[in-house]
Structures are given as structure tokens and as C-alpha cells.
């Protein structure tokens, strides 16, 4: 049975998709832009003060080009921040699943004295903390200052990511468990043959939170690396696109008045360089976080 | 609990408290020990005392700090961008939800959604990137505005009035999209037969999304807001360090900027500490309150 719809609703239905298409452009304008910018000819580009860039600048003179490309390809500044990204969120990621799950299966171990005073001990840390200056001094005292170790160690463990984590483990039966330590499996055991398999999904759902955020992250560089070799590709970024400094990064074989022609092209193409990557990834991996949210958000 | 029952819980489940060492290591070094640190906040930190051998001033900082021409300028910032943030960004992953709901097309609705989230994968460096240079000189949304006569051509960056609607309007496009997800998920939850019995009654969709949408989400509303509450005193510093310059200071400068000024770049850890801790003293007492709060008047709350 289909009901009639009012003319209200209809014109409801109508301004609804039209905010909804144009929330997506808004959403999807500014990369747009700067993905058409990318590939503009520097010159016209300099030039252009038209607004927002829907279509690459190009004429017969000027074609369109992909020299931002080849000189970011090519810089071995980007590169190496690339590779220090890539070093900092795989190890990362490895020893912060590692440690989330270890601290969940404690955690949601029923029938234990002590781990709901560690549970609390965890929790406690969400709403107060030392705040910069004392963590800071902390990492000075461990010698970790301005070396590889602080990208990794900051950050590890995060308190939200043991919850979902834990509420995972605690929706496996405990029957599967307890016939398996009656087999005489041990804690190991369970942990990485049962619990681990079980809780597949929510083990992606926490790598992939802890790998965005890492991708993303300049503020930890920012404080605690002063070595440019040790750089992670957003520090490098800020330089680029932020403090206006792109030619500490573009120096070789460029001279001081090329660059300035080149400039904003190599600001587009870096940008678009950067974030291909998680821009390509996104869409297939969104679910896991509709997910992770969802757990995170349950009461607990 | 006696003896007894702690030695068998130990022969128990000593081998969980042997996997917990790790975890709980890690939580006394990054979190614990510097909670300890605080104490910094009470001393003249020199390099030769170190953290023990430092001159205690006692709250000598908070002192200079509460007196300081930085004190009203800092929480006037701090609470205005959180503020705004709150107002702005608070209900329109609500309303993002609500309207998302209401579209019949599973694949156009599910298409938006995907293109709505893709802001919050975009880094903070990139963000500000695209913002300092779209508000720069020549820059494609200070052209739009040239050209419709509302500013000059210039980096609007550099102008104070501008700063507050840059910061809360991009948190905006990074944020609603994701923001909605929590929304979604509520909306899904809400019991059709409610709909149902509201139609029967006469009530019409505006009826409808008063008397039953709003309060089968308002829960997680509130929650939502509770937290919200709870961070009032704390705005992304990493997000500010990168837009503010020294024209926009005065409206700009944050708690957490300052804090990473005085204490990372001029060194000056005790005082610096004495700010940031309270901060973290009055986040912890906002939450406590409208957790209390909404204990009291709504029967939903965080713990």
C-alpha cells in the first residue's frame, strides 16, 4: 500500500537532496581544487585570481602539465618523509595492536582481584593528565628525545581503543575459554587462537584508527624532533604548504626566482602527493570506523 | 578480602597480572609519572636541580599567572573558540543525521556519506595548508569575496576578525560528516512502532521528529554533550599553532599555544606547567559538573 505524499513533503524531499549535493560539493571542492591546480601551467597559475578552480588552467602555450609531479616525485626530502611516515605507523601499529589487545583480553578477564583497579587506572587518564611540559621532561629523562623512539612510544596506547577492544572479548562466550583451558591452554594461547581470530574485525577497527592518526600527525614531530632526517612527511608538509618555507625542501639546481614561479604548483602537487594515499584507502576502510565509533560510543 | 582469598587469587590468575605488566608499565611511565610532574608546576626549574633539586616557590606561578595581562586574554580565547566550536559544530552533525535519514536512496544516501567523511581523513597540516592558501593574497576564496565587494586583497589570515570563523567553520567541514556517523546509528535505533502510534495519533512529521526522533536520540545527545562540556578549556592546539601569526595573537592565543610557546620554544617549564595544570583542573571540574547536571535533570550520564 503506498500512501499518498503531500506537496510539503515533496518539496521537503526535493531541498533535501538539493543541501545534500550541496554539502558533498563543499566537502569535495577544495581538493578538487587543488587537484585541478596540480596540474595547471605554472604561469597562468601564478596569475589566475578567479576563485575556486574546477578545471585545470591550461591554453595553447601553456599545456597542461605534470612537472609539479616530477620535481615532488624526485625530491629526496619528500621521499625520506614518506619513509619515515611509513616506518613510524608500521611499527607503530604492530606494537599498539599488540598492547591494546593485551590490555583489553587483562582487562576483561572476569574473576581477577585487581584489573578492575587497572581498568580505573586507565580511565582515570582520559579526564587528567601531566599535560606537555611534564611528558615532555618524562621523554627527556628516557633519552628518547629527538630519536626514532618517541614517534613510535607516543601515543601507544590509547585508553578509548582498549574499550573497544575489551567490549570485543567480552561478547566471546566464556564457554569457549574455559573449554579450552580445560584442554590446558594457557593465557597466550587463548589470547592468539581464540580471543584474536574472534575479534578480527574490531583488531582492524583499532589498527586503522591508530594508522590514520598517525598518518596525520605533525604536533609529536613538531615537539619532539629536531634531526630533518628523522621527519615524518606532515612536518615536512608544514614547511611546504603552511610556513610558506618550500624552498629549504625544493633547493637543489632550483634558483631563487624560478622557485617563485613554481611555487604554488609545487604546494598543489605536494598536497595531492600527501594525501593520495588515505584519499584512495578511505572509502574501502570508512566501515570499519562506522564501526569502531559505534562500539566506542556503547556505555561501558 | 582476606589472605586467603588474595593467595588463591594469585595461584589463579597470576599469569593475567604477568600480561597486564606491559600495559600497566606503560600507563605509569607516559601518563602516571608525569601526573607526578605536575609538581614542576610549584618550583623554579633550573637545569642543575633537575625535577627533585629545584627551588620550591610554592604557587608562586599560579600567582603570577591569575595577575598576568595573559590570564583574561588566554581564557577569553580558549573559551570563546571552544565555545563557538560548540555551538556550530555540536548540533550539525545532528541535523547532518537527521537529514540523511530522511533520504529514501540507500545508494545516493550512501554515496554523501562517503563523500561527507572524507574531510576527517584529510591531515591538520593539509587543512591549514588549503585554508592559509585560500585566504592568502590572491587565494580563491578571498577572490570570491573580492569580487563580491566584502573584503580587499590581501592574506585574510592576518586580520584578527577573521581568525574565529576560519577555525570554527573548517572544524565544521572536517568534522560533520564523521560526527553524524554516532547520530546514524541512534536514528537506526529508534523504535519504528513509536512512528506508527504518533501517525495514528494524527501527529504530523514535524510532530513526529519532536515527539519521537529527538527523544529517542537525546541519550546519545547527551553523552555526546557531556563530553563536549568536559573539553571546553581545551581547543586544538596543534591546529591553531598553524593558522595564528603574530597579528591574530591577541584573539588566537590559546591556553595550549601558550603553554607550547613558553614552555617548549622559551623553556620556562614551571610556569608553564602551573598553566597547564589549570587547565586540566577546571576541564576536570566542567565535566564532573555537567555530568552531575545531567545526572540530575535528564537521568543519562557519563558515570
Known sequence: ?300 | MNKHTLKKDWIHNRSVYLLAVPIFVYFVIWNYIPMVGVALAFEEYSARGGFVFSQWVGLQHFADFFSSYYLWRLLRNTVLLSLLSLVINFPAPIILALLLNELQNELFKKIIQTISYMPYFVSTVVICGIIVDFLGYNGAFTSVLVKLGLAENKNLLTIKSYFRPVYVLSGTWQGIGYGSIIYLAALSGVDQELYEAARIDGANRWQQTWHVTLPGIAPTVIIMLIMQIGSLLSSSTDKIILLYNNQTLEVADTIGTFVYRRGLIQGDYGYSTAVGLFNSFVNLMLLFTANSLSRKYSETSLF
Open chain 1, 1 to 300: 500500500m503506498k500512501i499518498k505524499e503531500s506537496p510539503s513533503r515533496i518539496i521537503f524531499r526535493i531541498v533535501n537532496v538539493i543541501i545534500m549535493i550541496l554539502l558533498a560539493f563543499v566537502c569535495l571542492a577544495p581538493l578538487l581544487h587543488v587537484f585541478f591546480a596540480s596540474i595547471s601551467d605554472p604561469i597562468l597559475l601564478t596569475q589566475y585570481k578567479g576563485g575556486i578552480i574546477l578545471w585545470p588552467l591550461y591554453d595553447a602555450t601553456h599545456p597542461i602539465t605534470g612537472m609539479g609531479y616530477t620535481f615532488v616525485l624526485g625530491n629526496a626530502q619528500l621521499i625520506r618523509g614518506y619513509a619515515n611516515t611509513f616506518y613510524y605507523v608500521a611499527a607503530g601499529a604492530i606494537l599498539s595492536v599488540l598492547l591494546c589487545s593485551l590490555g583489553g583480553y587483562c582487562v576483561s578477564r572476569r574473576n581477577t582481584l585487581w584489573m578492575r583497579y587497572l581498568t580505573l587506572m586507565m580511565t582515570f587518564t582520559m579526564f587528567f593528565g601531566g599535560g606537555m611540559i611534564p611528558t615532555y621532561m618524562v621523554n627527556k629523562w628516557l633519552g628518547i628525545v629527538n630519536t626514532r623512539w618517541v614517534m613510535v612510544l607516543m601515543g601507544l596506547v590509547s585508553v578509548f581503543n582498549i574499550i573497544i577492544v575489551r567490549t570485543a572479548f567480552q561478547a566471546i562466550p566464556a564457554s569457549l575459554e574455559e573449554s579450552a583451558q580445560l584442554d590446558g591452554a594457557g593465557h597466550m594461547t587463548i589470547l592468539f587462537r581464540i580471543t584474536f581470530p574472534l575479534a578480527k574485525a574490531t583488531i582492524a577497527v583499532i589498527t586503522l584508527f591508530y594508522a590514520v592518526g598517525k598518518w596525520n600527525d605533525y604536533f609529536t614531530a613538531a615537539i619532539y624532533l629536531l634531526d630533518r632526517k628523522l621527519y615524518p612527511l606532515q612536518l615536512i608538509l608544514r614547511e611546504i604548504i603552511v610556513q610558506d618555507s618550500g624552498q629549504n625542501v625544493f633547493d637543489a639546481g632550483e634558483s631563487a626566482n624560478n622557485f617563485s614561479q613554481y611555487k604554488k604548483l609545487l604546494n598543489y602537487s605536494t598536497v595531492i602527493f600527501a594525501t593520495l594515499p588515505i584519499l584512495c584507502v578511505y572509502p574501502f576502510v570508512q566501515k570499519y570506523f562506522v564501526k569502531g565509533v559505534m562500539i566506542g560510543s556503547i556505555k561501558g
